[in-house]
């Protein structure tokens, strides 16, 4: 290169650029005090009781631009960092914001059921960081890029926290494998299939074959496949066809038509397919996460089998429901189909085998399944268990419940943290989510575990319709105090920060 050139057109470069950089940065980015309710991009929050991955600790943690760029211990001096820029907590917990990624918004097409600016803002509330859609219950579902587009373009400025897709697995795009690979390039984080009816008819199920093919597509783009493992065994016991029969009040009835056996037959045959996700396999790459885990005993014994055998087995992970760890069977009173939901809630003696395969690692997360519909679907008049809606209303208390309904089982902050964001995160591929460590987004959920409330009308719930979730009228304890998204303070003492801000995520 010629002097002329280095001396003039270099400068020119240089300003061109950091105009440029001033202008992205300047231009489509909302202010910080609309974003958030704290008006600084540098600061530090501290607190005596901070989880991180190597333990519990008393120190601080530095925010800047959204990032977390230190954590230190203990011997930090209050008020001192950086011009006294420190919100202190005191004793209550800070731990990485939750991931739910199981989570129905309903938006486009069902915003009656819910919606993206009610269910981030109840998110929010519950210090829930980042939801992943689930691709059905919206219309239309996402099963395609074009439809995928229509989903961020929903979401766009209703977001108050971060929000992924999943796409959906269909008969219909199963063994079409450009419309698949469309809908991975376009950004979804993986697919959802049903292994029976969804209850949604732009979403029927798939059978083992469209599940193969699926697995093949995503192996190329080493994302994962959840799968709803319930397989329709006798058709006699199914939904609808016990229309005359009058017991459909009883919660007997429904907790019959839908047998641990369906769960168990379909992971039998998910497992078979999941083979090929196996190192060295046709779908080596890919990965079969089962969601909502109802059955601890011969469903969850498949998948410990199948998990024996470590890095040598198919790639697979399970989650479980705050629902089938807080509620059991006996006691839900007939006609109140605000616990109805498919798998169904099971007897007690379930329910503290779930608790332990949780405990002890054979159930790798939680979600919150959260499917809610209009009040009037629930059918409450009738009671009938089994035409109502099935899907259980629960976002914005997941923590307080997890926490509430664990303390029996001696749950501690360092496993809520993994089960609700640390595992979450990696099957969502979010590299710089779920952990409070240098690098990672600046996602925290402040919450103080011994304070009680009630759920009660007095509660402020942000979901479309608080009535409908079997938790009203229960008492928590754990109470999130502030929740904050990439640095900003997006909840705090009950409300939420002007602008919502949350980012689309889309996988690359
Ligand atoms: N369509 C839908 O949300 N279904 C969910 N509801 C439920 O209870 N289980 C589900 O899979
Ligand atoms: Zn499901
Ligand atoms: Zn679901």
Same mark, same amino acid.
């Given at each position: 290169m010629g002097d002329v050139l280095r001396w003039r057109v270099l400068p020119m470069l240089v300003l061109l650029a950091s105009s440029l950089v001033l202008y992205v940065r300047i231009l489509p980015k909302k202010s910080i005090s609309e974003c958030s309710l704290l008006p600084y991009d540098h600061y530090w929050i501290t607190s005596k009781r901070i989880v991180t991955p190597q333990g519990v600790i008393n120190g601080a943690v530095e925010v800047r631009d959204g990032k977390i760029v230190s954590v230190v211990e203990s011997d930090y001096q209050k008020g001192s960092?950086? %011009?006294?820029k420190v919100v202190d907590y005191g004793n209550a917990v800070i731990m990485p914001g939750l991931i739910d990624v199981h989570a129905h918004l309903?938006?486009?097409?069902?915003?009656?059921?819910? !919606?993206f600016s009610s269910g981030t803002k109840a998110a929010a509330a519950g210090g829930v960081t980042t939801l992943v859609d689930m691709p059905l219950n919206s219309f239309p579902s996402t099963v395609s890029e074009e439809t995928l587009r229509m989903k961020v373009e929903a979401a766009q400025k209703k977001i108050y926290v971060d929000v992924g897709f999943w796409g959906g697995l269909v008969p219909h795009n199963a063994f079409n494998t450009s419309m698949l690979e469309g809908l991975l390039h376009a950004g979804a984080l993986g697919l959802k299939s049903f292994m029976? &009816? +969804?209850? /949604? #008819?732009?979403f029927p199920m798939t059978n083992s074959t469209h599940i193969k093919e699926g697995l093949y597509v995503l192996a190329k783009f080493k994302r994962p496949l959840l799968v709803h493992a319930e397989v329709v065994l006798d058709s006699k016991n199914s939904e609808g066809l016990l229309d005359d029969d009058p017991s459909y009040r009883s919660y007997a009835t429904y907790l019959k038509s839908r047998p641990p056996s369906w769960e168990e037959a379909a992971i039998k045959d998910l497992l078979a397919v999941a083979?090929?996700? *196996?190192?060295? %396999?046709? =779908?080596?790459g890919a990965h079969v996460h089962i969601v909502h885990l109802s059955d601890a005993k011969a469903s969850l014994d498949l998948i410990e089998d199948e998990k024996?055998? !470590? &890095? #040598? !087995? =198919? +790639?697979i992970s399970v989650e479980t429901c705050p629902h089938y760890l807080a509620f059991a069977a006996e006691e839900i009173a007939d006609g109140d189909t605000r616990f109805k939901c498919a798998p169904p809630i099971r007897d007690v003696t379930n329910r503290q085998n779930l608790w332990e395969a949780l405990i002890d690692g054979h159930i790798d997360m939680l979600s919150s399944d959260h499917s809610p519909s209009i009040p009037e679907l629930k059918l409450f008049d009738e009671g009938d268990f089994l035409r109502a809606w099935g899907g259980i209303s629960s976002l914005q208390y997941v923590l307080p419940i997890t926490w509430t309904y664990g303390q029996k089982y001696g749950v501690s902050f360092s496993q809520i943290a993994t089960w609700w964001s640390e595992r979450p995160a990696k099957l969502a591929g979010q *590299?710089? *989510?779920?952990? /409070? /460590?240098? %690098? #990672?987004?600046a996602d925290f959920a402040v919450w103080e575990p011994e304070v009680e409330f009630e759920l009660d009308e007095n509660y402020k719930t942000y979901h479309k319709h608080p009535n409908i979730s079997p938790y009203i009228g229960r008492r928590l304890s754990g109470k999130v105090l502030a929740t904050f998204v990439r640095g900003n303070l997006v909840f705090s003492e009950r409300s939420h920060a002007p602008a919502a801000c949350g980012s689309p995520i889309l996988a690359k």
């Open positions: 960092l950086l %011009g006294g309903d938006e486009p097409g069902r915003v009656e059921w819910e !919606g029976c &009816p +969804s209850g /949604i #008819n732009d083979q090929d996700t *196996k190192t060295g %396999g046709q =779908a080596e024996r055998n !470590g &890095p #040598n !087995g =198919a +790639s *590299k710089y *989510k779920g952990a /409070i /460590i240098l %690098g #990672n987004d």
